[in-house]
Every structure is written in structure tokens, then in C-alpha cells.
């Protein structure tokens, strides 16, 4: 969707529309398909994470159906335990990896950069590379199933089974080497968010102003990047016994089968997290936009916010209460797993004070928004109960957590996903979605939802264990079954709704225009799709609904001063947002997207031999300071 | 279908013993609980989003912060401690060790079946045997379980919480069944192929009759000569499978000794009858692909004969 | 921050019934600003992040050090002080000259930013070839026992950082001897001593828990 045109709205100043042109022109992302590899604009790589991230959705939302077909009814032989093993790994991990935190990356870089004001984020290049190392580990993951290769040892991969010695093909490699894409492109998107979010707001734009979706964005990246170091050792230490014979997890060598479970969810707890903190972020989005009234408790919020990101790095024991640990210290984890249940809690209360009483339009994001709350909440209270230790000792690895967890994640990250998507489709395309597919698909959805996973709850207290392949028709867990797989089939139709009609909304959709929704944050302040520099004057705000205070006062700030020669972006102070300096930023470059090729093959190569560890440092190298190098003209001349 | 007999039921929600009744008393506070709070936040939801429709309204400051502070923190911290002082006690009274001293077995999980042994007094073993756990009466029975392979999970939900099996490490469980009865247990920590049929049987009778079952699982195979046991070692069976009082000693598999004595066979998968013995061992990659066992087809005669051996095996 | 006459700026690309005021003028905002610039606070972010991963391996090293009753394993003596006790004296020097070069930069100096520059990566390559004769004399491989790979990897893994910091500040050394750095145009300079910085620092815990731990606890 590259603007092919500039949208002047009819201007009659001539100089300004000059200066316009040339913005735009300096800003622009050259076409083509070789130009293609050189887009470093956000809203590129945020429009490309967001789309990537919704295929593998798709993907691994086909590879859910194929497990259901197969659990539809007892000793089914629709897959062979083998086959089943690998749909069941891959859809958990593609899920979790290539879908969620990708989406939810996706979102934050198109959008966090433009509701606070800037042009682009802080490391362009930076963030191409970490979505083609995104793209090229994710398309390899998914290309294992039909190739044979792909891991069987479930997507948290425990030890032995996933070890050396009993899973001897390549699928477990190819998952460590999958880990290890994702959390570079994580890793990389964090920082830079963390950074811009930080360094590169609008002038006025203090941390109180910020919208709370930013500061979640924000939290989120902190926590990824203190999660995600534990999921690199495990991965890593996995990947070095299976390559170089390692003993890390070898019990007859001194190692711990149980170090893998602490590393693991040390980084798997705050991760659900990590996936549920921009979505909560997106409902106070549209909530504010589709209430058009401020939110209710926005110190609470953001506290809110901080306390479960920090208060869910003291959780991860909890997916452990059955390993034998000493109760006393799995009594303190359950407290602390409780204890979440606050910050939630004040944000569901302070979003349902928001609403009470007003004039609510009811379009698609806030259908959505309604989904949320009453499946989030749902998931909220399963947590709550296997919180308790003697409670998850029944119900710990049957189907009473996969229904809390989709309730959770689902409820939880997709459908304010949804919502955000409907809500920004508009901005990102130029043209509204249709509002009759997006009822039908909300309803579908939701129906489809609640059949596929509530009967869950029961199958998992009437004794059916997870990640089984089949069972025993003896069981009399038949009928639940079907009916899971029933409900499953409408949900999949729910988002196949979603799915046609983003792509019929943009080859047809109505002109959006602007501001579509009325909505206060900056994100509407420019064109629709946005100019490619996003805002021809940077603003400057006075509070945090910055639009409708300019409609109040009939008046906006703006900045003045940066070049349209070049692309500048300016850095305030971290506080209190007062201008500092101004950013130059590179234009587009083909070198992130070699250097993420050179990486991959590093990467991948490590599957079979660990020279490519010594030939990816110093190609990597290679490839950075080509990257780096200053090139002619410097910034002076 | 035969197995309503000897196969029982696999559910949390009907209690066999006192561990797993005070998990399924908790269960239905916690649900209770749990409907009520949803129905207040969602019928919260629904009175606030509706009032909008004949004019707006806003709740005052004061009035918000109270309601955020009582349902977003108040009543959070309610259930906080009533989780975690619920799950304090009853995690006390389901891992420890109260209640009449019963047997002591070890519980090895391998792949993918269970293996028990039992002990004496003084830790010497008494019996080997596979997949059918019985149990006395009332007594609490102290499980040791132990993988040299890969994690596995001993789960028998009418009874107890599950414990896991990790190699390098030994868990403790406890189980105390209430009245005589059968259950069924299932492994519950994903561990390759064949995790979805690794199932076993728990099964608990009057002290006396536990007493004979367990001399009679103690003493030696009842055949050990003839053509059906010349076709099993024939066949390469002894290698992995041990029938004491003969020399057949493999350990790979499971103990054979008393084979017929067994309700189920392939980690209760299938019933015990002489056709399904002929078919777990002539095509058992059709009942559990990936079985580490080979399928044997010996001729019809001798298939015979070695069925009728098995058979005999009480 | 003058204002100027909105009449003459770009109107807003939003309705046109707001009329646009500059309140911030950037002409005049630095456009270098090498140490508050973002790319500073990215390279802390990346520093952060390799913290974390060495605050897990060393949490590692002692949990299964809890494992074991024997740690190190019998038969297996700690590795001895001597290679590891100069490394922990030449990193802190070559942070030293890399600082002195900062200075330097931050001065105009383009002679002392070189030298310093080339010295650092002198006595981190002296390092590493000090390490290099350590691994040799390890008394466990990697692939004996636990203790021996969280060994070697901790080892491994300081090993290859320095490799990086050193590649890094040799381009920066190139770039220094060519005179492309001025007090003004060098952050590359700044966020390179930066990272420098953090790989000389985190081996003081490696080195205390990889050869004190072991004969202490």
C-alpha cells in the first residue's frame, strides 16, 4: 500500500506545497520489488510484521483444526501419534513465537512511534533486520512440517524427550534454531521500542500524557528483555547438548532435568504476559475512542500495568507445582500466582467505570472489547484456581489448562488483536473495514470460541490428560470431544471472516479518511494511510488527548525546523519531554536485510556443524560494518 | 462393551480417596466462587455499557475508585488468601505422610508403560509387576517414583494430584484409597509416542485379599516348561520380558510372571483376552504405533500355543 | 524557540479548521549529540540484555552446582587462578586506555583517540590469547560433566564477547586513524566504549564465581 500519489487536500500555498513534496520524497520508500528489501519506514516493517504474523495465525490455526479432526472421536487414525506430535508441537510454538509476540510487535511499531509523535523509530534499519530474521525463521519452522523435520517434543520442549538421546532427529534443532530467530527479532524490536518510546515522543508529550497503550508497549519491551536471556540460555544449552555433547541436562553427568523446566518458564510466564500487556493497551485504545471519554484512573493503569509485568517474573514455579518441588516454596509461588489477580483486576474495574453510562458506538472494536472482557475474565478466574497447588495437581496437564489458557490468550490477546485491527485497519489502509462482516465474524467467533473451549474445563476434571494423540472410547469423553471439534470449525469460520474482509476492505473498502473514529491520539493526526513521513510538522501537546483539545481550542502545536532534505526526527528529554537534540535517520539500505541472511545461515548452520557459531561471528561482523560504515556525504556537508 | 466391569472411571470429580475428596471440596468452592465473581464483573459490564442508551451518565470519582478498589483490589486480596491458605492446608494433608502406614512401591515410568514393585519392610523387593497398581483399604500407600528415561506422570484423578517421574530425581506420593473399587490412571507429562495410551490401573481390596494378591504376584511363574513357552523364548521374547522361575530375564519390558492375573493389557489399553493378546502380539503397531515392542507372527500353531502359556501365566 | 508565522508553514495534513503554530523551532537542536543520542541508550539496552543472560548462566552454574554432591565432580580440581587472575588485571587496563581515548575524543584529540583505540584492542587481544592458554589447560572438557560445559561456556561465552568488542573497536581504530572522528561526530566512539565498558566489568562476577565459588563454597 505505498502512496503512489501525494494527498495535498487542495493546498494553495505553493512554497509549502513544495517543501511537501520534498518531505515526502526524501521519506519515501522506493517501489518495486528489489526496493522492497531496502524499506526501513516503520510503518513498512510494522505492516509487514502484522501481516506475517497473521498468515503463520492462519497456519498454525489450520494445524489446530487437523488435531481436532483427529480428537473428534476415540482412536481416530485420521494422524499416526507421530504426525500428530509434530501438527501439536508446531501449532503451540508458531502460536506463541511466530504469531502472538510477532502481532503484538507488529502493532507497536506501526502505531506506538505515531501516537507519540515521531516520525519513524529510533533504529530503522535495526528494525528491518529483525523482521527478516522473523521472516526467514518462521517460514523455515513452518516449512519443517511438510519437509519431515519438525520437532515432536511439544512447543516447551522438556528434557530428555527433547535431548540428545530421544529425540534424534533434527526437529528438536530446528526448534532451538526457531527460539533463536524469534528472540533476536524480539530482543531487537524492544530495545528500539523502549528507546523511541523514551527518547523520540513529541515535545510536551511527558510520560503522564503518554497514551496508555504506549505504556504498555513500554512495559512490555522491559519485560522482554528480561525474559527472554532465560529462554536464550535454555535454548542454547539444549542446542550445545545436542550438537557438542554438553551435559547440561544429562542427570548421569551431573546436569538437571529440572534447570530446563526453570529456564523455560522463568521466560514462559512473563511471556503470556509480554503477549497480554499490548493487547490490555489496545482496550484502553479503543475504549477511549469509542466512549470518546478520557480513561478512568490512568495512574492506576499504568501502576497496573508496571505491577504485572514485575509481579509476573515471581510466577514461573507455578507450571511446576507437580515436579516434586518442596510445597513450602510452591505455597509462595501460589501466593505470588494469585497476586496478579490486583493489577488485573483494577484495570478490568477502571475500563468498566470508563463505560458506565456513556454513549457507546457500537462498531466492530468495541464488539471485540465486549468479547474481551467476558472471556478474559473467565480465563482470569481459571487462573486464579490453578493458582492453587492441590487444585493443578488434578488438573495440571489436562484439558482444564488448555481451556484456561485459551481463554486467556484468545480472550485475552486476540480479540483486542481484533479489535485493533478493525480500529487501525482505517489508518494502516485508507478504507473502513465492513461492518456487517465484522459483526458475523465477531459472532462466530465468540460462539465458535466458547464451544471449541469451554467444554475443555470438563474433559480436563473428568481425567483427559494433555497432548494425547487419541483415546480409549471407554473414557466417555466422546461427545465433549465432538463438540470441541464442532465449535472449532466455527471459530475458524469467524476468522476466515476477519480474513476476507481485511482483504476485500482493502482492494474496496470506503475512504476512511483521517479520523474515521473521532479519536484523540496522534495516530489520526495525519493522513490515512500515513504521509510516508508521517506528520509534514512534528506536533507538540499541551495534554494527553491532543486532538480533541485542538478541536476545543481550534489550534495546533507543531514543530518547526527540520530538514526536508533529509529524514530528521526530533529527541526530547526522557521525563518531561522538552526538545534535546534532533535525529538523523537513515533512508533505505539493503544492508539489514543482508545481514539477516548472513545471520540465518549462521543460525541454521548451526543445526549441523558448530564451526558455523565462529563463521556467523565474523560474517555477521562483516555484514554490520558494512551497515555502520560512514559513507559520503557526511552529515556537515 | 465387557470393560464397564473391570475398567473404572478417571475423574476428579468422583473422589476415591481422602486427598482427592478434599481437592474436588476445594474444586467447588473455587467454582463457586469463580461463577459468582464472573457474574458480578460481567453483569457489571453489561448494566454499564447499557445505561448509555438513554443519555450518559458518569459515575463520580469517589463512586469509580471505590468500586475499582473493591473489585480490583479488595476482592482479590480475598481470594488471594483464600487460595493460598486453602492450598496450604490441603497441600499439607494430601503430600504427607498421616493416616495408617500402608505398603511402600516404587513406580518406575517407563516408555510407555508403569512398572511397581513392590516392597517389604526392609526395602527388599517383593514383586515385580506391571501397569495394575493394587492397593489395601484404607491404608496409606507410600509411591516412590523414579524414571531412568524421560519425565513421565503418574495420575490416577479419583485418588490423588499427579506427581511427576523425573530421571535423577525420586517424588513421593500418596495414596489412600477409601473402599474397595477400581480406578483408572493415566500419564500425564507428554513423553513421546505413545503418551496418549499410557495408561494403568489402580486397584484397591480388603487387606486379606491384598495380602493373597500380593503372595501370588510374589511367587514364581505357574508354567514355565511347554511348546507356548519354547515359542516365547523362541520367538526372542525373554530378552526384554522376565517370567521368574524360568529363564527368560529381559527387563526392558514388563514383568510377565503373572500376565494372566491382569485385567489389561499394553498399559490398559486393551482387555485381557486371548484375541487381544494375539493381536497385541502379532500386530502391535496397529494398537501403538511406535511401540518399542517388535511385532512377532509366529505360525498359527505355535501363536496358539504361546497364548495358551500367556493364559496360564496367573 | 521562535515562533513563526503559521501562515507561511505547511498547513496540517488534518482538518483544516486548526490552525498550525510552531512552538518548537529545531533549526537550531544540535543534530549530534553523541552521548545523549538514542543510539546510546540502544547499546545500554543491549547491555541490559547480555547482563541478563550472564546473571542466568551464573544462576545456572549454581544451581546445578546445588544438584551435585561433589561440585566440582571428583577427580576434578578448579581451574587454576593464575591465567584468569591477569585477564582480570588487563581488562580493567584496557578500559582504562579506552576511557583515556574517549577523553581524547571528546577533546579534538584525534592522536590520543587512536593510540588509546589500538591499545585497547592490544590488550584485549592479549587477553584472549591469555584465555586461549587457559582453555588449554582446563582439567574437564566440555563434555564430561556438567561442571566441565557450564565451564566452558560461561568461558565461551566472555570469550566471544571481547572477539566482538575487539572487531568493533577495530573499525573504530580504522576509522580513528583515518581522522574521521571529530568531538562532535563520534558515536560511534561512544557507544563502542560503552559496550567495552560492560564486557571488561562482567568478568569480575564470571571470575569470581567460576574460580572462587568453587574453592570457597
Redesign the interface.
Known amino acids: 500500500m505505498s502512496r503512489a500519489t501525494l494527498d495535498l487536500r487542495g493546498r494553495e500555498d505553493e512554497a509549502s506545497r513544495e517543501e511537501l513534496e520534498q518531505i515526502e520524497r526524501v521519506w519515501r520508500s522506493p517501489p518495486g520489488f528489489l526496493g522492497w528489501f531496502t524499506h526501513v519506514n516503520h510503518t513498512n516493517i510494522g505492516r509487514r510484521f502484522i501481516v506475517t504474523s497473521l498468515v503463520f495465525f492462519l497456519l498454525s490455526g489450520v494445524l489446530g483444526l487437523l488435531m481436532r479432526w483427529q480428537l473428534s472421536g476415540p482412536l481416530n487414525d485420521f494422524l499416526d501419534p507421530d504426525t500428530y506430535n509434530r501438527i501439536m508441537t508446531v501449532h503451540g510454538t508458531a502460536m506463541m513465537f511466530l504469531f502472538a509476540i510477532p502481532a503484538m510487535e507488529g502493532v507497536a511499531i506501526y502505531i506506538a512511534p505515531l501516537m507519540i509523535g515521531a516520525r519513524d523509530m529510533a533504529f530503522p534499519r535495526l528494525n528491518a533486520f529483525g523482521y527478516y530474521v522473523y521472516l526467514i525463521g518462521g517460514t523455515i519452522f513452518f516449512l519443517s512440517l511438510p519437509l519431515g523435520l519438525a520437532p515432536a517434543a511439544g512447543w516447551f520442549s522438556y528434557v530428555p524427550l527433547s535431548g540428545p538421546e530421544f529425540a534424534r532427529d533434527y526437529g528438536v534443532d530446528i526448534w532451538t534454531t526457531m527460539i533463536t530467530f524469534i528472540e533476536v527479532s524480539a530482543l531487537t524490536a524492544a530495545v528500539e521500542l523502549i528507546v523511541t518510546i523514551l527518547k523520540l515522543r513529541a515535545p510536551g508529550m511527558s510520560l503522564n500524557r503518554m497514551p496508555i497503550f504506549v505504556w504498555a508497549i513500554l512495559v512490555t519491551a522491559f519485560m522482554i528483555i528480561f525474559a527472554m536471556p532465560s529462554v536464550i540460555v535454555a535454548s542454547s544449552l539444549l542446542m550445545m547438548d545436542r550438537l557438542i555433547d554438553t551435559q547440561f541436562f544429562n542427570v548421569d553427568a551431573g546436569g538437571s532435568a529440572l534447570l530446563w523446566q526453570h529456564l523455560f518458564w522463568f521466560f514462559g510466564h512473563p511471556e503470556v504476559y509480554i503477549i497480554l500487556l499490548p493487547a490490555l493497551g489496545i482496550v484502553s485504545a479503543v475504549i477511549v475512542t469509542f466512549t470518546q471519554r478520557p480513561l478512568f484512573g490512568y495512574t492506576a493503569l499504568v501502576l497496573a500495568l508496571v505491577g504485572v509485568g514485575m509481579v509476573s517474573f515471581g510466577l514461573w514455579v507455578h507450571h511446576m507445582y507437580t515436579t516434586g518441588l518442596p510445597l513450602l516454596g510452591r505455597t509462595f509461588f501460589m501466593a505470588a500466582s494469585a497476586m496478579i489477580a490486583i493489577p488485573s483486576g483494577v484495570q478490568i474495574y477502571c475500563w468498566i467505570v470508563t463505560l458506565w453510562g456513556a454513549r457507546i458506538r457500537w462498531a466492530t472494536p468495541m464488539l471485540w472489547v465486549l468479547g474481551f472482557f467476558a472471556i478474559f475474565v473467565l480465563g482470569g478466574l481459571t487462573g486464579v484456581m490453578v493458582a492453587s497447588v492441590p487444585f493443578d495437581r488434578q488438573v495440571h496437564d489436562t484439558y482444564f489448562v488448555v481451556a484456561h489458557f485459551h481463554y486467556v490468550l484468545v480472550g485475552g490477546a486476540v480479540f483486542p488483536l481484533m479489535a485493533g485491527l478493525y480500529y487501525w485497519f482505517p489508518k494502516i489502509t485508507g478504507r473502513m473495514m465492513s461492518e456487517r462482516l465484522g459483526r458475523w465474524s465477531f459472532a462466530l467467533t465468540f460462539v465458535g470460541f466458547n464451544l471449541t473451549f469451554f467444554p475443555m474445563h470438563q474433559l480436563g476434571l473428568i481425567g483427559m490428560p494433555r497432548r494425547v494423540w487419541t483415546y480409549l472410547p471407554e473414557r466417555g469423553w466422546d461427545w465433549l470431544n465432538m463438540l470441541v471439534t464442532f465449535g472449532a470449525f466455527i471459530l475458524a469460520a469467524g476468522f476466515a471472516l476477519t480474513a476476507i474482509n481485511a482483504i476485500r476492505s482493502a482492494l474496496r473498502g470506503e475512504a476512511a479518511g483521517d479520523n474515521p473514529w473521532n479519536a484523540p491520539t496522534l495516530e489520526w493526526a495525519t493522513a490515512s494511510p500515513p504521509l510516508n513521513c508521517n506528520f509534514a510538522r512534528q506536533p507538540a501537546v499541551e495534554d494527553d488527548h491532543p486532538i480533541w483539545s485542538w478541536e476545543d481550542t481550534g489550534q495546533r502545536a507543531v514543530v518547526g525546523g527540520l530538514s526536508t532534505t533529509r529524514r530528521e526526527t526530533l529527541v526530547t528529554t526522557l521525563l518531561d519531554a522538552r526538545p534535546q537534540s534532533v535525529q538523523v535517520l537513515p533512508g533505505p539500505t539493503p544492508w539489514p536485510f543482508v545481514t539477516a541472511v548472513i545471520t540465518s545461515v549462521a543460525f541454521l548452520g548451526l543445526i549441523f556443524s558448530p564451526w558455523f557459531f565462529v563463521i556467523g561471528v565474523f560474517s555477521a561482523f562483516a555484514g554490520f560494518v558494512l551497515w555502520f560504515w560512514p559513507r559520503r556525504p557526511y552529515r556537515e556537508e | 462393551m465387557i470393560l464397564a466391569a473391570c475398567d473404572g472411571s478417571q475423574s476428579a470429580l468422583d473422589p476415591g480417596g481422602p486427598d482427592a475428596h478434599a481437592i474436588a471440596l476445594l474444586s467447588q468452592w473455587m467454582f463457586a466462587a469463580g461463577a459468582f465473581v464472573f457474574v458480578v464483573t460481567v453483569g457489571m459490564l453489561l448494566v454499564a455499557v447499557s445505561l448509555g442508551r438513554t443519555g450518559a451518565r458518569q459515575l463520580s470519582f469517589r463512586r469509580s475508585a471505590i468500586v475499582v478498589l473493591i473489585g480490583g483490589v479488595a476482592a482479590p486480596i480475598v481470594a488471594i488468601v483464600a487460595v493460598a491458605a486453602s492450598g496450604a492446608l490441603i497441600g499439607d494433608e494430601t503430600e504427607g505422610a498421616q493416616g495408617p502406614e500402608g505398603p511402600e512401591i516404587v513406580v518406575a515410568g517407563r516408555m510407555w508403560w508403569w512398572e511397581f514393585r513392590y516392597l517389604d519392610d526392609d526395602g527388599e523387593v517383593i514383586a515385580v509387576t506391571a501397569n495394575e497398581l493394587h492397593l489395601p483399604v484404607g491404608e496409606r500407600a507410600r509411591l516412590r517414583l523414579v524414571s531412568d528415561n524421560v519425565i513421565h506422570s503418574f495420575w490416577a484423578p479419583n485418588l490423588q494430584g499427579k506427581t511427576d517421574l523425573i530421571p535423577g530425581v525420586e517424588n513421593v506420593l500418596f495414596f489412600q484409597p477409601d473402599a474397595p473399587g477400581t480406578w483408572r490412571a493415566q500419564c500425564a507429562e507428554f513423553c513421546g509416542l505413545q503418551h496418549g495410551l499410557m495408561g494403568g490401573l489402580v486397584i484397591a481390596e480388603p487387606r486379606a485379599e491384598y495380602d493373597a494378591w500380593l503372595a501370588g504376584q510374589a511367587a514364581d511363574a505357574a508354567v514355565t516348561e511347554g511348546p507356548g513357552f519354547d515359542a516365547f523364548m523362541d520367538l526372542g521374547c525373554g530378552e526384554c520380558h522376565t517370567i521368574r522361575g524360568t529363564a527368560a530375564a529381559g527387563e526392558a519390558g514388563p514383568d510377565l510372571t503373572h500376565l494372566a492375573s491382569r485385567r489389561t493389557l499394553a498399559a490398559a489399553t486393551l482387555p485381557n483376552t486371548p484375541g487381544n493378546l494375539g493381536g497385541w502380539i502379532t500386530d502391535t503397531h496397529s494398537v501403538k504405533p511406535g511401540a518399542k515392542m517388535p511385532a512377532s507372527v509366529p505360525k498359527p500353531e505355535r501363536l496358539h500355543a504361546l497364548i495358551r502359556f500367556l493364559g496360564a501365566l496367573e | 524557540m521562535s515562533a ?1 508565522d503559521p ?27 553523541p552521548h ?4 546510546w ?2 547499546i545500554a ?2 547491555v ?2 547480555e547482563a ?2 550472564v ?3 551464573l544462576t ?1 552454574y549454581f ?2 552446582a546445588a ?2 554432591p561433589h561440585w566440582p ?1 571428583e577427580g576434578v580440581d578448579p581451574p587454576p587462578l593464575l591465567w584468569p587472575t591477569l585477564v582480570l588485571f588487563v581488562l580493567p587496563m584496557s578500559s582504562a586506555t579506552m576511557w583515556w581515548a574517549g577523553r581524547g575524543s571528546d577533546a579534538g584529540r584525534k592522536r590520543q583517540l587512536a593510540i588509546g583505540v589500538t591499545a585497547s584492542v592490544a590488550l584485549a587481544c592479549l587477553a584472549l590469547a591469555f584465555r586461549s592458554v587457559q582453555l588449554t589447560e582446563l582439567d574437564v572438557r ?9 565451564l ?2 560461561v568461558t565461551g561465552f566472555h570469550f ?1 564477547h571481547v ?2 568488542a575487539v ?2 573497536t577495530a ?1 573504530v581504530a580504522v ?1 580513528a586513524w583515518r581522522g ?1 572522528f571529530t568531538p ?2 563520534q558515536l ?1 566512539v561512544v557507544v563502542d566504549t560503552l559496550y567495552w565498558y560492560f564486557v571488561a566489568a562482567v568478568y569480575l562476577p564470571i571470575y569470581l564465581v567460576l574460580y572462587w565459588a568453587p574453592r570457597l563454597l
Open positions: 513563526r501562515e507561511k508553514s505547511p498547513p496540517p495534513h488534518v482538518d483544516r479548521k486548526t490552525r498550525a503554530v510552531v512552538t518548537v523551532d529545531a533549526t537550531d537542536l544540535p543534530r549530534f549529540a545523549t543520542h538514542p543510539l541508550w540502544g539496552g543491549a541490559a540484555i541478563a543472560v546473571a542466568t548462566l545456572s544451581y546445578l544438584q551435585n565432580p566440555w563434555d564430561a560433566h556438567a561442571y566441565g560445559s557450564i566452558w561456556v566471544t572477539v566482538s572487531l568493533g573499525a576509522l574521521y562532535e561526530r560511534g
